[in-house]
């Protein structure tokens, strides 16, 4: 025969730890989820760290309301309804949020760029996660949602922009920035009969945060049909050149 302990008091002790232990990895799990996405754009992250939240606290209540000996039947389908409306709601959001992805590895403009689009056309004045804004010939602003870019033909008729490679670059904040690029320009160099002599390389900051500068490399090529070619073999350059910085910068700091 169970004694009163074992009936009623371990059975609230264990749903008490187990609901310690999910706020424990909940909040290490955001902790270590925010410094490893820290490059990521803030709105997905936010999105991607309230879901997986969201279910390490569904898989924590679960088991500590199975410890009461409570039946988690309701529980379940509740948490099952919730989930199944939240990914009802959110279908156009995660849509474009995807597309935001492809578009920026596979689809050819930035901003800045004049395009069209399911005739729509006008300069691309800001990407963001959800839609691509144009400013018009009218001064009219048009939101494309994102998820548009995937299922339309996309033109960019912005003059010569067939020429333009743009190279993202993360580097950590330890790094000698000036050092670094000077070291980059001059890699890019070997290659200069593959570029267009009268647009220089150009390398701009675009974010800076105390662990890491998140830059941009701008290059204008003579043929087209080798910018496979050469941003491959330049995403090569830059590979090397970071962990030669890299090591350096221990040596100085060992």
């Known amino acids: 025969m169970d004694t009163p302990?074992?009936?009623?008091?371990m059975p609230v002790v264990t749903f008490a730890v187990i609901i310690l232990v999910t706020w424990i990895v909940s909040y290490l799990f955001n902790l270590v989820f925010v410094g490893w996405y820290r490059i990521g754009m803030s709105l997905v992250r936010l999105h991607v760290q309230r879901i997986a939240t969201i279910v390490i606290w569904s898989v924590?209540?679960?088991?500590?309301?199975?410890q009461l000996g409570l039946r988690i039947d309701l529980?379940?389908?509740?948490?099952?309804?919730?989930?199944?409306?939240t990914i009802i709601a959110a279908t156009d959001v995660l849509r474009n949020l995807a597309a935001k992805?492809?578009?920026?590895?596979?689809?050819?403009?930035?901003?800045?760029?004049?395009?069209?689009?399911?005739g729509?056309?006008?300069?691309?004045?800001?990407?963001?996660?959800?839609?691509?804004?144009l400013l018009t010939e009218n001064e009219e602003l048009v939101s494309i949602p994102n998820s548009l870019f995937i299922k339309e033909p996309t033109v960019n008729i912005t003059p010569q922009a067939w020429k333009e490679i743009t190279i993202p670059i993360a580097v950590g904040g330890q790094?000698?920035?000036?050092?670094?690029?000077?070291?980059?320009?001059?890699?890019?160099?070997?290659?200069?009969?593959?570029?267009?002599?009268r647009f220089p390389p150009i390398l701009t900051v675009k974010r800076r945060e105390k662990n890491f500068y998140e830059l941009v490399?701008?290059?204008?090529?003579?043929?087209p049909s080798k910018k496979d070619?050469?941003?491959?073999?330049?995403?090569?350059k830059i590979a090397e050149l970071t962990e030669q910085m890299k090591r350096k910068e221990k040596k100085k700091t060992a």
């Open 5 to 9: 302990y074992e009936q009623y008091i």
């Open 60 to 66: 924590g209540l679960i088991l500590a309301v199975e």
């Open 75 to 85: 529980l379940l389908l509740l948490i099952g309804i919730l989930g199944v409306g």
């Open 101 to 118: 992805y492809f578009s920026d590895v596979y689809i050819p403009f930035k901003t800045g760029d004049t395009i069209r689009i399911s």
């Open 120 to 133: 729509h056309s006008g300069k691309v004045i800001e990407i963001n996660p959800v839609s691509t804004v």
């Open 175 to 197: 790094v000698d920035l000036p050092a670094f690029e000077s070291r980059l320009i001059k890699s890019i160099n070997k290659f200069k009969l593959h570029l267009d002599e």
């Open 217 to 223: 490399l701008t290059l204008m090529i003579k043929e």
């Open 229 to 236: 070619e050469i941003t491959s073999e330049i995403n090569r």
